[in-house]
């Protein structure tokens, strides 16, 4: 049986860090079509859509060939409006795919895909990275996170995990290979709508990550790693980040 995957970007105009970062113009063009031609070149995703509550983003994206629904406005994180999303057009895989991830790898998307296609018990899966510098560790805009031997999340946090108990002079990356988060949630469409109907906790509050819901709950997120140069975009200042990434 073909499983059909969809991939949603939300995006939202008021980015507190950034505001109209996602239509912001690099190189001559909103800043999100360039992980649209990112995602475009999975051979696994059937069908992307840009989620949005704004009339300016639609506006935006009119010129471009690229799907755009409107959603309700108040939703308490990116998954809940992707949630929205597979509730009116379907899957039997949907993928969050926050729209500040730039330099993302279509061939890793496709290997995570095809990993869910053959292993049916994966609910969740997430993407990570090794960590190169203090600078990206100690940086609450860098999401942390520490996995156990089946390569499943155990936590993630904006606080460095772990904590080096017995820290020597040096860099911290040199001594321990911290991970960071990339963005990008991969959900069944069950497991989906059961992150939907889950009330917030003060955890996930506190710290502003949608992904905790899902540990809270007792569920478990597949982690899987990638060497790739992926960007996030958080601020203006980081958009110089991109000549790196887009030469």
Excluded at 39 to 52: D, E, L, P
Excluded at 179 to 204: D, M, P, Q
Aim: glycine fraction near 4%.
């Amino acid at each position: 049986m073909s499983i059909k995957v969809t991939a949603v970007v939300p995006a939202r105009l008021m980015s507190s860090r950034f505001p109209g970062k996602v239509i912001c113009n690099y190189r001559g063009r909103p800043l999100i079509t360039y992980l649209l031609d990112d995602i475009r070149r999975s051979r696994c995703i059937h069908r992307i859509i840009v989620a949005t509550d704004s009339r300016e983003i639609v506006k935006a994206l009119s010129d471009y060939d690229v799907e755009v629904m409107i959603t309700k406005r108040h939703h308490r994180t990116g998954s809940d409006r992707v949630s929205e999303v597979a509730r009116r057009v379907g899957g039997d895989i949907i993928i969050n795919i926050q729209a500040d991830n730039f330099g993302l790898k279509a061939t890793l998307l496709d290997r995570v895909i095809n990993h869910m296609r053959i292993n049916r018990r994966v609910e969740y899966a997430t993407i990570g990275r090794r960590l190169t510098d203090d600078e990206e560790l100690f940086d609450p805009n860098t999401v942390k996170l520490i996995a156990n031997k089946k390569k499943e999340v155990v936590w993630f946090s904006r606080y460095p995990l772990p904590y080096l108990q017995n820290l020597k002079p040096g860099s911290h990356v040199s001594q321990h290979p911290f991970i960071g988060h990339i963005g990008v949630y991969f959900f069944r469409r069950e497991a989906l709508r059961a992150f939907g109907k889950w009330s917030s906790s003060a955890l996930e509050k506190a710290e502003s990550l949608e992904q905790l819901r899902i540990l809270l709950h007792g569920r478990r997120i597949r982690l899987f790693m990638t060497q790739s140069n992926v960007v996030s975009v958080d601020t203006e200042a980081d958009l110089k980040k991109l000549d790196a990434v887009y030469k």
